[in-house]
């Protein structure tokens, strides 16, 4: 599957565990980027990363939200410390370049459940 | 503050009849704009991209941008059971995505 591939599919914490999240990019695209949908909602920017490299986060809560994009590897978004608000569809999505008309391929998201 | 606005739905729209959806934007600066599509449960899937003024066409789905006026459609053409989904409009604003909240559209056999 050539694919953008996100796991787990599903995910469920307790309050004030931590959640990560993997997306791995389709072949050839080393520009990734995650959103975050919210039930009966339209999708919000997190943050853009490149290999190494945090582009911009500004989509992103200052606190317990981190991202990373390593050189070798997957991209991890991770949350600390979650609460019942973070429970959501969080999607990734790769593309080519980085410039304003690469369209952007999703992964399947993962769905984040705090208990 | 970029917005992209979208009519919320359900749209109703007889098997075999043109169903027509509608977005508008901001952003006068955008240049580039895309229609994808999302059942239920899934994730956003590519259906168009439109770059120029005027009207883009691929299989049953045309794509159409006005820049003057802020607007770009989606015109789905012989709709079909399969084509009921969520479809989300989004412009690409340096290299993040904003989207409208999307329009719900209803295929009636």
């Known amino acids: 599957n050539a694919g953008v591939m996100q796991n787990p599919r599903h995910l469920v914490r307790r309050r004030g565990q931590e959640a990560r999240l993997r997306c791995s990019p389709m072949?050839?695209?080393?520009?990734v980027y995650w959103y975050r949908q919210l039930p009966e909602e339209g999708l919000k920017f997190m943050v853009y990363?490149?290999?190494?490299?945090?582009?911009?986060e500004s989509g992103m809560p200052k606190e317990r939200f981190s991202a990373e994009f390593p050189k070798e590897g997957p991209s991890i978004l991770r949350i600390q410390q979650v609460v019942r608000g973070d429970s959501a569809a969080y999607f990734c999505?790769?593309?080519?370049?980085?410039?304003?008309?690469?369209?952007?391929?999703f992964g399947d998201g993962t769905r984040l459940s705090i208990l | 503050q970029k917005e992209v606005e979208q009519n919320s739905g359900p749209l109703s729209v007889p098997e075999g009849a043109i169903a027509s959806l509608n977005c508008t934007y901001s952003?006068?600066?955008?240049?580039?704009f895309f229609w994808y599509r999302q059942y239920s449960g899934k994730s956003p899937e590519l259906i168009m991209s439109?770059?120029s003024n005027g009207d883009k066409e691929d299989g049953r789905f045309t794509a159409q941008l006005n820049k003057a006026s802020q607007y770009v459609s989606l015109l789905i053409r012989d709709s079909q059971p399969s084509d009921s989904a969520t479809y989300l409009c989004?412009?690409?604003?340096?290299?993040?995505?904003?989207w409208g909240a999307g329009t719900k559209l209803i295929i009636k056999p």
């Open positions: 999505a790769s593309s080519p370049l980085g410039v304003g008309n690469q369209p952007q391929h």
């Open positions: 072949k050839g695209h080393s520009h």
């Open positions: 990363l490149q290999k190494e490299n945090i582009i911009d």
């Open positions: 952003d006068r600066g955008s240049q580039s």
């Open positions: 439109i770059y």
């Open positions: 989004a412009l690409n604003s340096n290299y993040q995505l904003i």
